[in-house]
């Protein structure tokens, strides 16, 4: 039985990355105690490297491995169709791997696409991984790989690596002015779940809107929901007893949650109430009054990001930091604000 | 620059996988004249093995590579999402690729995954695969792979592979003999597009429930959609001008045009025409009349994709046909039929 780097890693009692950085002399954030014990392990058994990881190290592979958080999630599988499909134009096959919003799976996916000599990494990282020190731990082991990477749609405070992002202020505030350009006054929102940066970042947009508009900040009007269907219900149930006439929800499927407790007290949309939404899914569509709502522009996004890789990969000057702006699909859930009586 | 395995192919003016299988020892197939071409070209330009495909091709890897059509419809990426939870929980890895419905991208996906090593590769095949002669290629390149593989969902008629399959044929029995017990006689049936299996078999379901009944077969109540809302929507405009009293949409999009159709003639779900889908996606549950849809029972067959492969691995007896039986969810889109007056 041949000794795996897994072997000399659990004998050591260092990680895969480390000994696999030993291995490959990209030591150099390794201490020298632990370099010195790992070759021994190695030599000592007569381990054979991999030219997985040796000798195949300069060759490019063109494949790219693509990381996301949730495949099930409408935005993520777009995006990844999208990407996928921008690559393979430029003869890039796609590894992608999901990580259901979990940081070790994050760092896994890294290890295991950078040990299968992907050219690039393209992550939307964990809800864990945008969280306090996760985000060093993530940054560095993607670091570590010396492989060319791009954060993509969720990010991390750090300006030495490339990103392309929506821009969901903007997002947030395009939906706001919408409805204020229709005469609304009163307008409630349910956000996202604050941990989440494009929760956050829609609800400063759904607020620059209103202040621009000089209309005073009322925080009753404003909920936290978790993007899911039941907390919209939730909400908009509370929110329609107040003095409001339109709703900005911070995605559709919440948007979805206020059609349905508007259905249950009678009231319509949009001649009761205004509702817009955000991610444009493709249901929202063929609702029975389709919904308005806020379009990431999956497109332009990938195109970016194919750019940001490839202009890495060729030593060309980047623009790091990519903010891509979403637009409104307009549909007919939105009315103009009927006259104060 | 060192030689590739590609130069050696282009040099050889064969396939990459030729190449591989004839420097790997696997060359049982291919012809003698090749083995001794490629076998040359190595040794002139003194080739250095890929440890990645000799030196551990033995040595288990324990990643799994799937192969999926479409990750934006939503069967599959729930489907991907199971088998990934699934062999996660046994210490397996996924890496997943999508085809778009492309053979091209079957073939290529097959090799990718095959040069890094996974130890099973699961595939639910491109449409294009599933028709004549792709069927034989994709079968061999498979087979080629030496890699234990199990097919999901889309079948081809070999019976010397593992194959875990929707039973297609008893939904659509299910969903058709449900409108029959609530006393309906007159069911109309939008299908799929009838070049995908499970559009046939859906079908060969509605009409064996239609037949046990003693119910007359009534070729215009059948209309071929092609799984999108607007052929559902088309479609049910056509047949609500008929004497029908229920529909039998092969699948939720299309079950969500019929309902467009009704609104604009002011036919009521279920009072005015009764409604069954298929897929059960999640929206089915949150429309106005929620939908009573046919559910493909993903985690049991994630779960048996899972179980097939394993046993491959460990040598043990499998079963290499499994049907995996689907459900209804009944929800408000069926009513009794009126009695005829």
Chains 1, 2 share one sequence.
């Not at 050591?12 to 790992?38: P, Y």
């Not at 063929?286 to 709502?293: A, G, N």
Request: aromatic share 6%; proline share 3%.
């Amino acid at each position: 039985m041949k000794m795996t780097i897994k072997d000399i890693a659990r004998e050591a009692n260092v990680s895969v990355t480390t000994v696999s950085f030993v291995l490959n002399g990209k030591a150099e954030k390794i201490s020298a105690e632990t370099i010195r014990k790992v070759k021994a392990i190695a030599d000592r058994n007569n381990y054979v490297p991999n030219v997985q990881a040796v000798g195949l190290v300069t060759r490019k592979t063109k494949t790219i491995g693509l990381i996301i958080p949730d495949i099930e999630n409408m935005f993520f599988s777009a995006l990844a169709k999208h990407i996928e499909t921008a690559f393979l134009s430029q003869g890039y096959n796609i590894f992608l791997m999901n990580t259901n919003d979990i940081l070790a799976r994050d760092l896994e996916s890294i290890e295991l696409l950078n040990n299968r000599n992907v050219d690039g990494i393209i992550i939307s990282l964990s809800k864990e991984a945008t969280q306090g020190k996760n985000m060093d731990k993530i940054y560095t082991a993607l670091k570590m790989t010396e492989t060319p990477f791009v954060i993509v749609d969720r990010d991390i405070p750090r300006d030495d690596c490339a990103k392309v992002l929506n821009d969901d202020v903007f997002g947030g505030y395009l939906a706001t002015k919408h409805l204020i350009d229709r005469g609304h006054m009163n307008i409630a929102c349910i956000t996202g779940p604050m941990t989440v940066s494009s929760a956050a970042q829609r609800l400063q947009g759904y607020r620059q809107a209103i202040e621009e508009a000089g209309i005073a900040w009322n925080e009753e009007l404003v909920l936290e929901g978790d993007y899911q269907f039941e907390s919209g219900y939730k909400h908009a149930s509370t929110l329609l007893k107040k003095d409001i006439t339109a709703i900005f929800a911070c995605n559709d499927l919440m948007a979805y949650g206020v059609y349905r407790a508007c259905l249950e007290i009678d009231y319509r949309v949009p001649q009761d109430i205004s509702l817009v939404g955000f991610d444009d899914l493709m249901f929202s569509s063929i609702l029975e009054v389709p919904l308005t709502s806020v379009k990431q522009n999956v497109v332009e996004l990938s195109e970016k990001i194919v750019a940001t890789m490839l202009g890495q990969f060729n030593g060309e000057p980047i623009d790091m930091h990519l903010m891509i702006k979403p637009s409104l699909t307009e549909r007919s859930s939105v009315a103009d604000a009927k006259r104060s009586v």
